[in-house]
């Protein structure tokens, strides 16, 4: 009983900073899905609601409607441009994590276990890069995408993406190989397997949580990713969310609840990685963090 | 006599090999490596879109930087986003990973939810944060006013200081959980017998953290503050979104974005962004020297 009561402040000290940590990492997040379903009227008085005495779901209406009403009058829908900016995020996130995912499962076991001319000084170098910051090569890689007629490209974007998260990648996955015993390849050899087919059956499927630590962070760092569309992607042809909603504020009018419903769908994507796969991200992390 | 020339023997491990890291070369090559060197040979040139011809200038780009006055504001802009969020980060990330490490249940839960910020858009981050920090209705500014703080709403914005401060806090919000899952793995490293012994011998809780816990997460600390330093040098979304291309936040980054895509001066973005590599890559550098030498006098 009294060693209890001795632990006792500690024991609440600690749930108080549990409770502190949480309010600062989600409460923004949570104050900005409060803003999406507050009715507009109710934004701008001078009083505070945790939770509106109204909810309304007529910001994400505006977003997802055919039709919209801005301050009583009609104006242009955003869905068309919404949609399609909600696509092009999807479209190159997907197509960069499943490059990344692709080349560096297999190159970083090339880099592990075979013997090639210039291995190690090329990863080297592609390690080296991760301490490279992206905007360095940014003008000579937009000159260089204007000449190759990629500008405003999936190809052109996702190419850049997967060039920016690779180093990355390679560097988890090579830790992944590394940790995995040389006897698991060499009893498929002795059965007769090639060492390609012997990584492919046998090491690969191990390998599984890595290469999904590998895509969830290529994911994440993709969808985010702001300033490489910003310069590269400069119409609706490949513009991501990133780039459009921002623009939703150089109006005239800044619709802070069209503002907030539209960052909280385009971080329902990121947050339903985290919720359902934050073991992978954690490892992933870890791992990358360790260099 | 033969001339005995040994040619690397290419055989099928090094054939297969090769095939499978050509796409990284190819890559990396073409999208990295070639446009850094290209940054660096064309640096200096005067390569500006608006002017005829690509006359070679020497460093000329370099000493035009150097004199020009709002080139030096950037680089003081940045230098104060560095020392803000790397000091929240630091002091916020230690404290949270040893709240981490003492937890018993629900630690996986927590690291979830304080990954989180992380995982989100920096664009969509300073959105929510641009609200919070609304001057009429933001919850800020209610925050403050229901607690007596202040009398009369504040525009954050228009002071630099606060403005600076206020950048500051939202990529360090976004930033911190790195530290967080950095230091938490250096804690994790620590054998508990150490705090065991300290504890016998009567260390209080201070002197345990200041002998055993901080000297022996150094390496950690350094990587730490290394990443914080190099992603603050860097710093471009949050400040863009909530503050534009303003002077008084604008910086080192906006400033070359400026210069190259608003401007069009094509070379002086690349000398600027050829400086700020170098230094990055230095300061973090400086850090990890420094931590290690003195992990190796403690």
Not at chain 1, 79 to 85: G, I, L, T, V
Not at chain 1, 247 to 259: H, I
Not at chain 2, 110 to 138: K, R
Not at chain 2, 284 to 297: A, D, G, K, P, Q
Request: with cysteine.
């Amino acid at each position: 009983m009294t060693r209890r009561f001795k632990h006792l402040p500690g024991q609440i000290g600690l749930w108080l900073g549990v409770a502190l940590l949480v309010l600062w990492s989600v409460g923004p997040v949570y104050w900005s899905f409060v803003t999406s379903i507050t009715p507009p009227n109710a934004l701008v008085s001078n009083s505070l609601h945790l939770w509106p005495e109204a909810a309304t779901w007529q910001h994400y209406a505006k977003l997802f409607g055919a039709n919209s009403t801005s301050q009583g009058n009609e104006v242009a829908s955003v869905w068309p441009q919404f949609s399609r900016a909600f696509a092009n995020s999807l479209i190159t996130s997907l197509a960069a994590t499943a490059l990344v995912v692709i080349i560096a499962a297999f190159g970083a076991w090339a880099f592990v276990r075979l013997q090639f001319p210039g291995r190690d000084v090329l990863f080297v170098l592609v390690v080296a890069t991760l301490a490279i910051p992206a905007y360095t090569v940014m003008i000579p890689l937009y000159r260089l995408m204007i000449s190759l007629g990629l500008i405003d490209t999936y190809t052109g974007v996702t190419l850049i993406y997967v060039s920016a998260f690779l180093p990355l990648a390679l560097w988890l996955m090579r830790s992944v190989y590394q940790a995995m015993p040389l006897s698991l390849e060499e009893a498929a050899w002795l059965d007769g397997a090639s060492k390609l087919r012997a990584f492919v059956q046998v090491v690969l499927p191990l390998a599984g949580p890595g290469l999904v630590a590998c895509g969830i962070l290529t994911f994440l760092s993709a969808w985010g990713q702001f300033m490489v569309p910003l310069v590269f992607s400069p119409t609706l042809a490949t513009k991501p969310l990133t780039v459009l909603i921002p623009e939703f504020v150089t109006r005239n009018y800044v619709d802070y609840g069209l503002m907030n419903a539209a960052g909280i769908v385009a971080i329902a994507p990121p947050l339903l990685l985290v919720m359902f796969l934050n073991r992978y991200l954690v490892s992933g992390l870890m791992a990358g963090a360790g260099k | 006599m033969a001339l005995q020339i040994k040619l690397p023997r290419v055989g099928k491990d090094a054939r297969l090999g090769l095939a499978l890291a050509l796409p990284v070369a190819l890559i990396m090559g073409g999208l990295v490596f070639l446009p850094l060197l290209s940054t660096l040979f064309d640096s200096l040139f005067r390569i500006e879109p608006m002017k005829p011809g690509t006359p070679f200038v020497g460093l000329r780009n370099y000493s035009n930087l150097l004199k020009d006055s709002t080139v030096n504001a950037a680089w003081i802009t940045t230098a104060i986003y560095v020392v803000l969020a790397v000091v929240i980060e630091t002091v916020g990330g230690l404290a949270a990973a040893l709240l981490l490490n003492r937890l018993r249940v629900g630690r996986r839960w927590l690291l979830a939810i304080v990954v989180l910020p992380w995982c989100l858009p920096p664009v969509v981050n300073a959105i929510i944060w641009m609200w919070i920090y609304n001057p009429s209705y933001g919850l800020l500014n209610g925050l403050l006013l229901g607690a007596g703080i202040i009398d009369t709403p504040q525009v954050w914005f228009n002071n630099r200081e606060t403005g600076l401060l206020l950048i500051s806090v939202v990529h360090a919000w976004r930033m911190m959980p790195l530290t967080v899952i950095i230091l938490l793995a250096a804690l994790q490293s620590i054998p508990a017998e150490l705090y065991e012994a300290a504890r016998l011998d009567g260390a209080t809780a201070l002197q345990r953290l200041r002998k055993i816990t901080l000297p022996l997460i150094a390496p950690g600390l350094a990587i730490a503050l290394s990443q914080s330093t190099v992603f603050a040098v860097n710093l471009f979304d949050e400040a863009w979104i909530l503050n534009g291309a303003s002077l008084d936040t604008r910086s080192v980054i906006i400033q070359v974005y400026v210069l190259a895509f608003q401007n069009m001066k094509f070379s002086g973005g690349m000398a600027l962004s050829v400086l700020t590599m170098v230094v990055s890559l230095a300061v973090s550098l400086i850090y990890v020297l420094r931590v290690y030498r003195e992990t190796r006098f403690e």
